[in-house]
């Protein structure tokens, strides 16, 4: 009765438009009226905590690093780099847009800036070389949502604030899938390639145009190295990883490069502010829900409807994986993750599950869901980008979002491919 009562008043208030984040708070209102406790100020009170968190500071300086970033010129710098490096074979800029999706990740956190950084710098010479203008736009939105999965991936962060799991270790544990996401898309490109017959190859490898490229575009490219060697060593923890961050691109935009301008600052950070309030209290809201659901005891009624497949690991990460796909296609990737982490994070732990494992499988089935319509945030962002219709790019994306999935359930079967290698970067 009471898993009803919640699913009832959480989809039936998304169903009527009630944004995401009240819908929460409608559910965790009906929760505790099934309960028999209903109090405004605990849910005040719990609204208050949910937010009161060290941690999630990380979210708005990641925010303000990736918006700084774009501005002083360090994604352009990255995707010269790239260009310089892989421009020259055939289909060249797709292996650009790859390269410099994985680098722009591992700086941004955000699917959502990555595409739209690579997007607006890439589409236009695409178009210009000859590429299939959707089938390239759902490249770049297939390595946009790599930022969700590596390093400082602000998805993790909430993720590890909900599961109060340590956000290092999920990062670190990030890493190699998040390289194998991008070497999938890579192989994926190269099929696509070769049937392309209008691609133009671009200009021949000159290594003193790679050296210039690398000169100027050192200070971009040594900032991931910075968050991710900093957490790696204990330099700092992944919030004061992202305040380095914001004085870096703030240093280097201004200092270094000149193309960062104090008058724009203030703009930067009210979009920044803008975009992490809408998040903060996304946040807020599910760990009230979050809250109701473990004194409504609804984590051990979930157990007992996957007690059939609790003996097997493998089938059990399946089931919840086509699970969260199925949820992934109708809610964004943050909604769906303050909704279900402490609905099944109790029923991995019981089930021997390595919770560091799940909570990243977790996380790149929810990136996946980004590609998916009708919702397909990462999808919409680059259809507006290119300017191009949005059925048009969903036809491009299908051979990238077929790979990730494909990459996806292969981690299901193999554990080991990411645990091994988390325990390396640990």
Known sequence: MTIAVFLIALLGAMALGVPIAFSLLACGVALMVQLGTFDTQILAQNLLEGVNNYPLMAVPFFMLAGELMNAGGLSRRIVTVAEALVGHVRGGLGYVAILACLIVASISGSAVADTAAVAALL????????????????????????????????????????????????????????????????????????????????????????????????????????????????????????????????????????ELK??????????????????????????????????????????????????????????????VVVVGTALDLMPTVLILTPILMPVVKQAGIDPYYFGVMFIMNNAIGLLTPPVGTVLNVVAGVAKTKLDDVIKGVWPFLLAQTVLLFLFVLFPQLITVPASWFR
Request: glycine share 8%; with cysteine.
């Open 123 to 258: 589409i236009p010479m695409m178009r210009n070389s000859g590429y299939n203008v959707p089938r390239a736009a759902g490249l770049i939105a297939s390595g946009g949502i790599i930022a969700p999965v590596v390093p400082p991936s602000i998805p993790i962060v909430v993720f590890g604030v909900a599961s109060q799991l340590s956000i290092t270790k999920l990062f670190m544990a990030g890493i190699f899938p998040g390289i194998m996401m991008a070497l999938t898309l890579a192989f994926t490109w190269w099929l696509c390639a070769k049937k392309e017959q209008n691609i133009t190859a671009g200009r021949k490898f000159d290594a003193r145009v790679l050296g210039r490229a690398l000169i100027d575009g050192i200070w971009a490219l040594v900032l991931p190295g910075v968050i991710i060697g900093g957490m790696k060593f204990g330099v700092f923890t992944p919030t004061e990883a992202a305040v380095v961050a914001v004085v870096y691109a703030l240093v280097v935009g201004i200092f270094v490069y000149g």
């Open 262 to 323: 104090l008058r724009s600052i203030p703009h930067l950070m009210l979009v920044a502010a803008k975009t992490s309030s809408t998040v903060m209290f996304l946040v807020a809201a599910a760990l009230v829900s979050a809250w109701l659901i473990t004194i409504a005891d609804i984590p051990a009624q979930t157990t007992a409807l996957l007690e059939p497949f609790m003996g097997n690991k493998t089938l059990l990460m399946f089931v919840i994986m086509v699970l």
